[in-house]
Every structure is written in C-alpha cells, then in structure tokens.
C-alpha cells in the first residue's frame, strides 16, 4: 500500500528571507484506526491523526475531524499506536561478526567497521518491529545515525551514549585484555571508556559530546556479564560521579546508570542521575537503607521525588537465564542470582509507583537468538507479568520513554498535536494480549516523521 498525501501551498511570512509570493508546501495526510491508543490518555475508538510533514498536526474522533480535513485521504490501519521505544540497546555486531559478547576479536583492526556494517541490518529489522527509536547505552549505531538523520540509512531514530564510562577494573572493563589495550581502544572510539578521578570523568564526558553522543552512560556498579566485578560492588565514588551528572547536564544531556546493586542504586539517586538501569536490588533491604541516607522512605519515594526513572531490562535476563551458553561459569552463577531477585523487585517497584521506562539490553546480531534486535517489543509481556495493564507497559514503551533523555528529550511517544509524527499500524489490538506485539509481521505499517517505511506489499 502507497500513501497518498494532500499538498497545500502556504505563503511565506519573513518577507526577508523569501521572496514576496514564496511559497512552501505542507504535505498532509491522515491515517484511521479502528482503535486510536494514543500511548498517554484512553484509547479512541475508531480514532485518526492527520500529519502535515513530519509532525502530527491534529488527533481525534475520526467522525469530528475538522472541516479543513475534508481534502484529506486517510488510510486504513486496525490499530494505529505511537511507534515504540527500545530505552536500552547496544548494536556491536555481537552473534554474527563477533562469537561472544566479550570477544577479543572485537578489539582488533577493523571491528568497529565490521560492527557497522552488520548493524545497518539490525537497525532494520528494528524499525520493522515498530520501534521508531532507540536509546542505545554503548554500540555503534551512535555513529551510523548521521546516515540514518540524512536518509542514507534505514532505521529508528537513535540516542547514543556511545560508550560507558567505566573505572578501571570496573564492569566497562575487559578483565581478559591487557589494561592498555582496553584503553587504547575506548580513544579510539570503542565502547567503553575508562576514567578514574573527577579530572578524567569530566574529561569524559566531554569526549563523549565531542564525538556525538546524545546521553552518557555511567556504570556505578559492577556487572553481571563482566567476568571479575560483582554486581553489588559501588563503582565510582560520590565525587566522581557527581562531576559526570554535572558535566553532562551542561550540555543539556542526561546520564544513565548501570545500577544493579543497592548501593550503586544509592549512589546514582544521590548523583542525580534520572535513568537507573537494571535496579536489580531495588527491593526493602534497600528501602530501609534510603531512610537512614535521606529524608525519603522508601526507595520508590525516593525514586520518584528524585524524578528518576526505572529501566528494568527484563528481556536480557529472563533470555540469557534461559540460555546462558556461551558465558563462563562466574557469569552463570551471577545469571542464576540476580533473575530471581529482580522479579520480585521490579514487581514491588512497580507496586510503588516508580516511574517505569522500558528498555531490553538486546545486543545480538543473529536472528535467531533470542535476544536478537527486532524481538524487542518482549519487554512488554515482563512488565505485565510483574503488575502493569496492558495500557501502562505501552506507556512505558512510548509516553514515559523521551523522558530518560532529559532536556534534550524530543516530542515522541504520544499521538498528540506537534508531536514526532512516529506511528505504528497493528494487525489486532495489543490491549487483549501484548503478545501480539512480539511479531514483527502483526506491525502492518511503520511511519518515522511522517515517512512511510513499511506497509503490506
């Protein structure tokens, strides 16, 4: 199906910059669900959107549009939603140019182009989910999205960090590689960086705008896939990483933390970091522990006066428990431990009001690995599980997403006057079962600013 659009011609009103009698064209068109969800508010019923270029000029009950519409076609679509956001992602080529997530090879002459070059396809096969944005905390799609902005490229709209900040020795690590080989490479453009001292981390953060990032990441704990860090460690001391949330709000970013552990958790909140990542520990324990620290309390009250937002990323580790091979023992038991926790913790953050943002931690290349971009969308099936309607995990996938990027957030997520005209047609309702979601073929149509990029043949 081809769209086709209205074009009005409207006069100029600078009289300095055109010439008397210029004229710009605006080009309309409109769409018509059976259902309207609009990602914040209730769903309409037979509801449309009119686009003029690449924003959404007008949404409603498609029966009360305005009269101007009336030259306007729309177009059929069963399900029309906001397009969705992936708030934590990493493309590096990981399951087809590299064996492993931590692979040697990946350090070596010409990887990163490799990693390029495989992840034009994943960036794709994301856009073809229904995911018209991506906020990727360390990869290489950061550098391909002069390509994707200028037209050259296929794929979401993409918010990089690209790299996490990390101590040395921390979870940004590589514990298998020598120390200056981890170094040289994060220079050079990798992804993760080293810095120890306020010095280096302000330095940091201004090497990471310099080459284009749009957030910075900050691992204030240890990992789970990182061989010798333990998940509950602190990393970064409460100077160093209040100089990268100083740093970074500077140049109107917003930063997020790798948090797994309570006291990383702790630390980031004290910071002012606004994006907790994981939040593993996020359970009473630590509850009680922000009472003792701060004047919240409970955690969740803290979070939420702190206008910081939760990303659980329940996809990666309900996948990798399911199917750990390919990781060393340490990191196994590691797997084994912290799902269980973060079940019970990310019910109980919802329980509280947290504000919730979803994101995946997807990072594999290989279609057929469970968590292989494009199989995002499975985020949503964890957050009902743990207590959210259907209606809430959407809004945590579109409305509440643009807001872990602070000031530089766009008007995304919502159907709604002057926002992003980024939408999705659905084959069935995702409110009877966000299931459905999960198959990229039940994604009919796909706009991103207002261009259409998939529709059926």
Same mark, same amino acid.
């Given at each position: 199906?081809?769209?086709?659009?209205?074009?009005?011609?409207?006069?100029?009103?600078?009289?300095?910059?055109?010439?008397?009698?210029?004229?710009?064209?605006?080009?309309?068109?409109?769409?018509?669900?059976?259902?309207?969800?609009?990602?914040?508010?209730?769903?309409?019923?037979?509801?449309?959107?009119?686009?003029?270029? #690449?924003? $959404?000029?007008?949404?409603?009950?498609?029966?009360?549009?305005? *009269?101007?519409?009336?030259? &306007?076609?729309?177009?059929?679509?069963?399900?029309?939603?906001?397009?969705?956001?992936?708030?934590?992602?990493?493309?590096?080529?990981?399951?087809?140019?590299? %064996?492993?997530?931590?692979?040697?090879?990946?350090?070596?002459?010409? =990887?990163?182009?490799?990693?390029?070059?495989?992840?034009?396809?994943?960036?794709?096969?994301?856009?073809?989910?229904?995911?018209?944005?991506?906020?990727?905390?360390?990869?290489? *799609?950061?550098?391909?999205?002069?390509?994707?902005?200028?037209?050259? +490229?296929?794929?979401?709209?993409?918010?990089?960090?690209? =790299?996490?900040?990390?101590?040395?020795?921390?979870?940004?690590?590589?514990?298998?590689?020598?120390?200056?080989?981890? /170094?040289?490479?994060?220079?050079?453009?990798?992804?993760?960086? @080293?810095?120890?001292?306020?010095?280096?981390?302000?330095?940091?953060?201004?090497?990471?705008?310099?080459?284009?990032?749009?957030?910075?990441?900050?691992?204030?704990?240890?990992?789970? +896939?990182?061989?010798?860090?333990?998940?509950?460690?602190?990393?970064?001391?409460?100077?160093?990483?209040?100089?990268?949330?100083?740093?970074?709000?500077? %140049?109107?970013?917003?930063?997020?933390?790798?948090?797994?552990?309570?006291?990383?958790?702790? =630390?980031?909140?004290?910071?002012? $970091?606004?994006?907790?990542?994981?939040?593993?520990?996020?359970?009473?324990? &630590?509850? !009680? @522990?922000?009472?003792?620290?701060?004047?919240?309390?409970?955690?969740?009250?803290?979070? /939420?006066?702190?206008? =910081?937002?939760?990303?659980?990323?329940?996809? !990666?580790?309900?996948?990798?428990?399911?199917?750990?091979?390919?990781?060393?023992?340490?990191?196994?038991?590691?797997? /084994?431990?912290?799902?269980?926790?973060?079940?019970?913790?990310?019910?109980?953050?919802?329980?509280?009001?947290? /504000?919730? #943002? +979803?994101?995946?931690?997807?990072?594999?290349?290989?279609?057929?690995?469970?968590?292989?971009?494009?199989?995002?969308?499975?985020?949503?099936?964890?957050?009902?599980?743990?207590?959210?309607?259907?209606?809430?995990?959407?809004?945590?996938?579109?409305?509440?997403?643009?807001?872990?990027?602070?000031?530089?957030?766009?008007?995304?997520?919502?159907?709604?006057?002057?926002?992003?005209?980024?939408?999705?047609?659905?084959?069935?309702?995702? +409110?009877?079962?966000?299931?459905?979601?999960?198959?990229?073929?039940?994604?009919?149509?796909?706009?991103?600013?207002?261009?259409?990029?998939?529709?059926?043949?």
């Amino acid at each position: 199906m081809r769209v086709s659009h209205y074009t009005e011609s409207t006069e100029c009103g600078n009289g300095e910059e055109e010439s008397p009698g210029t004229t710009t064209a605006t080009t309309r068109f409109g769409i018509r669900g059976d259902l309207l969800i609009p990602g914040c508010g209730q769903p309409i019923e037979d509801g449309a959107v009119v686009v003029a270029d #690449a924003m $959404i000029e007008w949404v409603g009950d498609f029966s009360n549009r305005p *009269a101007k519409y009336d030259a &306007v076609k729309f177009h059929h679509v069963k399900v029309l939603m906001p397009g969705l956001w992936d708030c934590h992602v990493h493309f590096g080529g990981h399951g087809l140019a590299f %064996s492993t997530l931590n692979a040697s090879s990946s350090f070596l002459p010409g =990887a990163p182009t490799l990693a390029g070059a495989v992840t034009v396809a994943d960036l794709r096969r994301t856009l073809d989910a229904g995911f018209t944005s991506v906020r990727e905390l360390m990869g290489y *799609a950061g550098y391909l999205w002069p390509g994707i902005r200028d037209g050259y +490229l296929v794929g979401p709209n993409v918010y990089s960090s690209l =790299a996490a900040l990390s101590i040395t020795g921390g979870h940004g690590d590589d514990h298998e590689l020598p120390l200056c080989a981890v /170094k040289q490479f994060g220079e050079a453009g990798g992804a993760s960086y @080293l810095c120890d001292g306020v010095d280096e981390c302000t330095k940091a953060v201004r090497t990471m705008v310099r080459r284009g990032a749009r957030c910075i990441k900050v691992c204030s704990s240890g990992g789970v +896939l990182s061989l010798n860090d333990d998940p509950e460690d602190r990393q970064f001391s409460d100077k160093e990483l209040k100089a990268i949330v100083d740093e970074t709000e500077r %140049s109107g970013r917003a930063v997020a933390a790798h948090a797994i552990g309570k006291a990383g958790i702790m =630390a980031a909140l004290r910071a002012g $970091i606004k994006s907790i990542e994981h939040g593993c520990y996020l359970d009473e324990e &630590v509850a !009680i @522990l922000s009472y003792l620290v701060g004047p919240m309390l409970t955690l969740g009250f803290t979070v /939420k006066e702190k206008g =910081a937002t939760l990303v659980a990323t329940r996809h !990666i580790q309900e996948s990798l428990l399911l199917d750990p091979s390919g990781f060393p023992e340490p990191v196994v038991k590691k797997i /084994k431990k912290i799902v269980p926790l973060t079940r019970k913790n990310y019910d109980l953050a919802i329980q509280q009001g947290v /504000k919730i #943002a +979803l994101g995946t931690d997807t990072w594999n290349s290989n279609p057929e690995h469970r968590v292989a971009h494009g199989k995002n969308a499975m985020e949503l099936t964890y957050a009902v599980k743990a207590g959210m309607t259907p209606l809430q995990a959407i809004a945590a996938m579109t409305a509440n997403a643009p807001e872990v990027l602070g000031r530089l957030a766009p008007k995304s997520g919502q159907l709604k006057a002057g926002y992003d005209a980024d939408l999705i047609g659905v084959a069935g309702n995702p +409110l009877d079962d966000l299931a459905f979601l999960t198959d990229p073929n039940n994604v009919t149509h796909v706009w991103k600013g207002g261009k259409l990029y998939k529709s059926p043949a």
